[in-house]
C-alpha cells in the first residue's frame, strides 16, 4: 500500500529512512539539512516506535553516538551539511574500516552557491576521501527511494552510506508516492532481542593499526564488490554523452527535452557517484560529464567538463548555468544572461536581543577594538560594524585567542573580542576558551545566549529542560562551564537591560586591562522569532519625535533594525509598524534622543 | 504551468504556495516546487518556484515562468527576472481584505481574489480543501471581484 503526499526532500529523507527501520537518529543542525530529523522526530510522535531522535552537541559526537548505536545493532543515521562533515571527518573515515553492524547512512546536504554556509564543498569527494559509497538523488521521490537504498546497501556490505542531498533538493518539494508506514511489524524493533547476542570484539572494535591495515584491506574488497553492480543508467539516444548525477540530472533532462536534443545527446544517470566502475563509451563521439560542485564522475571516467572549462568551477549549476552548459557543447545557441537585480541585505530580526547586546558592546569598546564573529544570525552584527572575521563553528574563540596573543607579542594593545552564540560555544567554543584561559590571553569573549539555534530554525539546545516527547533533560549552564574551566571574571545579564549591560561591558573592560586575564559575558534574551519568546517580550511601544529627528541615520547605520526605515520625503526616520514588534530597545540608540516611549498604548501617531 | 511567488516573510508566501500546490494535487496534477527563504526571518525575502503538471526538478529558468505573483511590490524587478506576466494585489484588494475579514483569513480572502482574476484553478477544487472559516473568506474574496467586474469574464489573458 501507498499513499500521495507533497514532501520536501528533507521530509522524503526522514520517511526514507524511518520507512526502512532507522530507530537512532541524531544530527546537528545545519542549513540545508536540518529539516531531517524534526520530521523524524514528528513521525515517532505519531507512530510511537522505540528509539532515540534529537540533536547532538555537534557533528563528531552526533556521527559517533549513531555509529555505535550500528554497532549495537539498532539502525542508524546521522544528519548534517557539508562542513558538518568536516568537523566529523576523524569520525566518518573511521567508520569506514570498522563498518557497522546494522545499516548506517549518514546524510549531509551539500550548499551549491552557497546560499547559507561558508564552502561549496562536495561531500561526494569526502565520501571518496573516506572510502563510503554515495548516493546522490535527482528528485524528492529519489531521495526517499535512495534513503532506503542507502540503507539496505550499508546493511548488505556492513559499509556507511552517505546520502548526499543539495540545497535544491533538500527544500524543493514534490507530491511523491510513499509506501504506508506499519507500525506493527516495522516500528517496533526488538532492542533487547537485538542486544541480547551482543559480543564484544575487540580485533575489530579496538584494532590495532596492525589489524587496521587488514580492516582496510576489507573495506578495498567491498567497495570494489559495490562498483562491479553500480551501473549507469541511459536515458535518449545521441552519440554525445552527458553524465550527471543529483538535481543537476533533473536540470539537464528538462533541458534536452525543452530544445528537443533527444537524437543528439544521451543523458547518462549515475545514482552512486562513488565507487564507479569505467564503462566502456566507445560508441559516443563525446563524453561530458555535468555534476555539482567538484569533478568525481569526471576524474573516475576521465570525461571532458571542468578540465576544459565546459563546467564552471564555482557557483551552482541553476536550470541557466546547465543552458549555457549545452551552449558552449554546441548543443543550442548561446542564451543572454539575465541580470538578476540584488535583494535587501538580511538584518537581524526586529526585536532581536543580539542587536542591542552587541550595540551596547560597540559602545563600550568602540569601533577599533577587534570583533571576531561566529557562526550564527550574530553573524549579522557585520552589517552595524560588530563583526570583523567569520570563519566556521567556535573560530571566534579561537580567532580571539590566536590574534590578541600576537598582539600582547607585539606589544601593541589592542582589545580582541570574540562573540559567540550558546549553541556554536557548546558545538566548539569550548576548547579554545581553555586555550584562553589557559595561555592567560586577555580577551573578551561576549556569548549571545538565545537558548535556542536560531539561525536553522529554533531547534533544541543543551540548555533545555524538555525533550520534544516531553521527557525531562538535564540543563547544561554555560555559565558553570565558563567558571569551570577557571575563568574568574563571569557575568551573566539580559542584553534587553541596556544600563545594566553597559556597566557589566564596563566593569569587563576594566577588568582586561588591570588583570590580563580572560573574561566572559553571557548576554542572554530569548530569541524573539521563537512563539514562547515572541510572547514573552517587553512591550515598550514606541514612536519618533519629529520636531526632534534630524536626520542623521545613526540609528539606520549603527543598529540598523529593518523596522526603522528611512522617510525620502521628510528626511527622517519612520517606524514601520508592520515590522516592529514593540521592543523599545532603539529608545537607546537615538544621539538626540528623539525615539520615545508611548505610554497607554497611543502608539496609533505613527 | 509554472509559477513563482515572492513576498516578504511574514506575508503568507509560503501558504499561499501551498493552498495552490493542494489544489494542483486536487486537480490531479504533479507539483514540484521549492522554497528559498532567506536568512533573516521576519521581513526577508520568500521565494517559492512552482511547477505544476510538468517538468523534473521544482527549479523554473529565468524568463519561462507563464505567471509570477507579487505579495510585495517592491519586488517587481526582481520578479520580472522570472517572467513578463505579473500578478499583483492592488491597494484597494489588500485594503478590503483586512476590513472584510479577521487576520488570519487574509490570504484565504486574497487566494479568492486570485482565484477570480486569473481562473487558474477551478474554485470549486480549492473550497474542497479549505475548513469551513477559510471557505468562507475565499467565497469573499471571490465575490468581491465578481461584484468589481460586473461580469466573470475576466480570465488568464
Known amino acids: 500500500m501507498s499513499e500521495r503526499i507533497y514532501l520536501s526532500g528533507n521530509e522524503a529523507i526522514a520517511y526514507g529512512l524511518i520507512a526502512s527501520g532507522v530507530r537512532f537518529l541524531t544530527g546537528y543542525p545545519g542549513t540545508p539539512s536540518s529539516e531531517i530529523l524534526p520530521t523524524a522526530q514528528k513521525l515517532k510522535l505519531r507512530y510511537k516506535f522505540k528509539g532515540f531522535i534529537d540533536w547532538a552537541v555537534n557533528e563528531k559526537v552526533a556521527l559517533e553516538m549513531a555509529f555505535s548505536a550500528s554497532l549495537c545493532k539498532i539502525k542508524s543515521a546521522v544528519t548534517m551539511k557539508q562542513v558538518g562533515l568536516n568537523v566529523a571527518m576523524d569520525a566518518f573515515v573511521n567508520s569506514a574500516y570498522i563498518g557497522p553492524k546494522a545499516g548506517f547512512v549518514v546524510v549531509v546536504a551539500d550548499d551549491p552557491g552557497p546560499y547559507s554556509s561558508q564552502t561549496e564543498q562536495d561531500s561526494r569527494i569526502a565520501a571518496y576521501f573516506a572510502k563510503v559509497p554515495v548516493f546522490d538523488p535527482s528528485s524528492v521521490e529519489e531521495a526517499y527511494h535512495f534513503a532506503k537504498k542507502a540503507l539496505e546497501l550499508s546493511e548488505e556490505f556492513e559499509i556507511p552510506v552517505l546520502l548526499r542531498t543539495t540545497t535544491a533538493l533538500s527544500h524543493g518539494k514534490a507530491?511523491?508516492?510513499?509506501?504506508?508506514?506499519?507500525?506493527?511489524?516495522?516500528?517496533?524493533?526488538?532492542?533487547?532481542?537485538?542486544?541480547?547476542?551482543?559480543?564484544k570484539e575487540v580485533s575489530k572494535l579496538a584494532a590495532t593499526p596492525k589489524q587496521r591495515y587488514l580492516l582496510h584491506k576489507a573495506l578495498n574488497e567491498k567497495l570494489k564488490?559495490?562498483?562491479?553492480?553500480?551501473?549507469?543508467?541511459?536515458?535518449?539516444?545521441?552519440?554525445?554523452?552527458?553524465?550527471?548525477?543529483?538535481?543537476?540530472?533533473?536540470?539537464?533532462?528538462?533541458?534536452?527535452?525543452?530544445?528537443?536534443?533527444?537524437?543528439?545527446?544521451?543523458?547518462?544517470?549515475?545514482?552512486?557517484?562513488?565507487?564507479?566502475?569505467?564503462?566502456?563509451?566507445?560508441?559516443?563521439?563525446?563524453?561530458?560529464?555535468?555534476?555539482?560542485?567538484?569533478?568525481?564522475?569526471?576524474?573516475?571516467?576521465?570525461?571532458?567538463?571542468?578540465?576544459?572549462?565546459?563546467?564552471?568551477?564555482?557557483?551552482?549549476?541553476?536550470?541557466?548555468?546547465?543552458?549555457?552548459?549545452?551552449?558552449?557543447?554546441?548543443?543550442?545557441?548561446?542564451?543572454?544572461?539575465?541580470?538578476?537585480?540584488?535583494?535587501?541585505?538580511?538584518?537581524?530580526?526586529?526585536?532581536?536581543?543580539?542587536?542591542?547586546?552587541?550595540?551596547?558592546?560597540?559602545?563600550?569598546?568602540?569601533?577599533?577594538?577587534?570583533?571576531?564573529?561566529?557562526?550564527?544570525?550574530?553573524?549579522?552584527?557585520?552589517?552595524?560594524?560588530?563583526?570583523?572575521?567569520?570563519?566556521?563553528?567556535?573560530?571566534?574563540?579561537?580567532?580571539?585567542?590566536?590574534?590578541?596573543?600576537?598582539?600582547d607579542l607585539s606589544g601593541k594593545e589592542r582589545m580582541v573580542i570574540g562573540i559567540v552564540g550558546d549553541s556554536t560555544f557548546l558545538h566548539s567554543g569550548i576548547p579554545p576558551l581553555i586555550d584562553a584561559y589557559h595561555y592567560r590571553v586577555p580577551i573578551l569573549l561576549i556569548i549571545l545566549d538565545n537558548e535556542t539555534v536560531g539561525m536553522t530554525g529554533n531547534q533544541k539546545t543543551p540548555a533545555h529542560t524538555k525533550s520534544y516527547e516531553g521527557e525531562p533533560l538535564n540543563s547544561v549552564k554555560i555559565e558553570n562551564i565558563v567558571k569551570g574551566i577557571g575563568i574568574e571574571f563571569v557575568k551573566v545579564v539580559d542584553s534587553y537591560e541596556y544600563k545594566k549591560t553597559l556597566a557589566v561591558l564596563k566593569g569587563a573592560k576594566s577588568y582586561l586591562l588591570e588583570n590580563k586575564k580572560s573574561a566572559v559575558v553571557i548576554l542572554k534574551h530569548p530569541c524573539i522569532y521563537t512563539k514562547e519568546g515572541l510572547e514573552k517580550n517587553p512591550k515598550k511601544p514606541v514612536k519618533i519625535v519629529e520636531e526632534k529627528c534630524t536626520g542623521c541615520k545613526y540609528c539606520i547605520v549603527e543598529f540598523e533594525c529593518p523596522a526603522l526605515i528611512w522617510d525620502k520625503d521628510k528626511e527622517k526616520v519612520l517606524i514601520d509598524k508592520t515590522l516592529c514588534i514593540n521592543c523599545g530597545c532603539c529608545i537607546y540608540v537615538c544621539p538626540k534622543k528623539a525615539i520615545i516611549e508611548v505610554k497607554d498604548g497611543a502608539c496609533n501617531t505613527w | 504551468m509554472e509559477l513563482v511567488i515572492l513576498g516578504k516573510g511574514g506575508q503568507g508566501v509560503l501558504f499561499f504556495s501551498k493552498i495552490l500546490a493542494q489544489i494542483a494535487i486536487e486537480e490531479g496534477e504533479s507539483v514540484k516546487a521549492t522554497e528559498i527563504k532567506g536568512m533573516a526571518k521576519k521581513g526577508g525575502v520568500v521565494e517559492v518556484q512552482m511547477k505544476i503538471g510538468e517538468g523534473y526538478s521544482p527549479k523554473i529558468k529565468r524568463g519561462s515562468a507563464d505567471l509570477v505573483i507579487l505579495l510585495s511590490p517592491d519586488l517587481e524587478a526582481y520578479g520580472k527576472t522570472f517572467g513578463e506576466k505579473i500578478f499583483t494585489f492592488s491597494k484597494e484588494e489588500i485594503e478590503k481584505a483586512f476590513k472584510e475579514v479577521p487576520l488570519r483569513y487574509v490570504n484565504t480572502y486574497l487566494m479568492g481574489i486570485f482565484l477570480a482574476k486569473t481562473g487558474i484553478f477551478d474554485i470549486n477544487k480549492a473550497l474542497k480543501i479549505l475548513d469551513e472559516e477559510n471557505q468562507k473568506s475565499l467565497l469573499k474574496g471571490y465575490a468581491y471581484v465578481q461584484s468589481q467586474n460586473g461580469d466573470f469574464t475576466k480570465r488568464r489573458d
Open chain 1, 175 to 199: 507530491d511523491i508516492s510513499i509506501d504506508n508506514l506499519k507500525i506493527e511489524d516495522q516500528f517496533q524493533p526488538n532492542f533487547k532481542e537485538e542486544l541480547k547476542n551482543w559480543e
Open chain 1, 225 to 407: 564488490a559495490i562498483s562491479e553492480r553500480n551501473k549507469i543508467r541511459y536515458f535518449y539516444e545521441g552519440d554525445i554523452l552527458i553524465l550527471s548525477s543529483g538535481m543537476v540530472f533533473s536540470y539537464l533532462r528538462e533541458l534536452i527535452e525543452e530544445y528537443n536534443l533527444q537524437q543528439k545527446v544521451t543523458l547518462g544517470k549515475v545514482d552512486i557517484p562513488y565507487p564507479l566502475k569505467k564503462e566502456n563509451f566507445s560508441k559516443f563521439k563525446r563524453i561530458i560529464t555535468v555534476e555539482e560542485t567538484a569533478p568525481v564522475i569526471e576524474l573516475f571516467l576521465n570525461t571532458e567538463g571542468r578540465r576544459n572549462g565546459i563546467v564552471p568551477s564555482e557557483g551552482e549549476l541553476s536550470p541557466e548555468v546547465c543552458e549555457n552548459i549545452l551552449a558552449k557543447i554546441g548543443l543550442i545557441s548561446e542564451k543572454k544572461t539575465v541580470i538578476i537585480p540584488p535583494l535587501k541585505r538580511p538584518s537581524l530580526c526586529p526585536g532581536c536581543g543580539h542587536r542591542i547586546g552587541l550595540f551596547a558592546v560597540k559602545k563600550v569598546f568602540g569601533k577599533k577594538a577587534i570583533y571576531t564573529g561566529d557562526i550564527g544570525c550574530y553573524t549579522l552584527a557585520l552589517n552595524f560594524g560588530v563583526t570583523d572575521t567569520v570563519f566556521c563553528m567556535g573560530a571566534g574563540v579561537s580567532f580571539a585567542t590566536g590574534m590578541k596573543k600576537v598582539f
